[in-house]
Every structure is written in structure tokens, then in C-alpha cells.
């Protein structure tokens, strides 16, 4: 069964970082991609940043654009999410997310889910 596993989440001041992780329990993934997305008390789920496996193409919200950072190393099957100078408006549940082939923003065409890792931005 493919799992998803976010981890890297915790409490951090304003103007400080977190790097998310989110494991990827099936090599397969390999044609698929990855999407972050967050999800904050009472609001939407919304797309934070992709990659694709394969070639390593990206993709950022305008919201998180120029503070964070996605990667992945196909060494250790695990995508990764750099967030700096972080606010306080990003708290939330971060997920990590897998499709195939391209990126899409739309959650809805995402096959595969992490539970979620709570970041708690405080000002």
C-alpha cells in the first residue's frame, strides 16, 4: 500500500524556518507528481508547491513565492518543503500529495494523501 509520510512540522516564530519532509513509501512514483498543499483552520485546502519526480520542474503559490523551497532526493524516495521567513498567516496542516505525471494545483487530482504536519507560525 502507498504511504505518504509528512513529518518536520512543529512551532516556529515569525521570520524563522521548518523544513518539511514527506516520505514516499512506493518507487513507482517515479512518472508521478508531488504537491504540497496546507490547510488552516476553517478555510480551503490549498496548493503550496509541486515537483515532478522525473524532470525536477516546479511550482509555487504567488503566496509562498521567493520564501520556500521544494526538492526531492530519489535516493531517499523523499520530498521536501524549505519554508523561510515564515508568517504567521502560514500556519496550518501541511499535506503532502502524489498524481500522476504533471503538477496540478487542484487537490481534487491528487491519488495519494499524507496525514498532515501542524505548522504554528506565532508572531
Known amino acids: 500500500q502507498v504511504q505518504l509520510v509528512e513529518s518536520g512540522g512543529g512551532p516556529v516564530q515569525a521570520g524563522g524556518s521548518l523544513r518539511l519532509s514527506c516520505a514516499v513509501s512506493?518507487?513507482?512514483?517515479?512518472?508521478?507528481?508531488m504537491g504540497w498543499f496546507r490547510q488552516a483552520p476553517g478555510k480551503e485546502r490549498e496548493f503550496v508547491s509541486g515537483?515532478?519526480?522525473?524532470?525536477?520542474?516546479?511550482r509555487y503559490a504567488d503566496s509562498v513565492k521567493g520564501r520556500f523551497t521544494i526538492s526531492r532526493s530519489y535516493a531517499k524516495s523523499t520530498v521536501y518543503l524549505q519554508m523561510d521567513s515564515l508568517k504567521p498567516e502560514d500556519t496550518a496542516v501541511y499535506l503532502c500529495?502524489?498524481?500522476?505525471?504533471?503538477?496540478?494545483?487542484?487537490?481534487?487530482?491528487?491519488?495519494?494523501w499524507g496525514q498532515g504536519t501542524q505548522v504554528t507560525v506565532s508572531s
Open positions: 515537483i515532478t519526480w522525473s524532470t525536477g520542474v516546479t
Open positions: 512506493e518507487r513507482t512514483f517515479s512518472s508521478h507528481a
Open positions: 500529495a502524489a498524481r500522476p505525471n504533471v503538477i496540478s494545483s487542484y487537490s481534487g487530482d491528487y491519488e495519494y
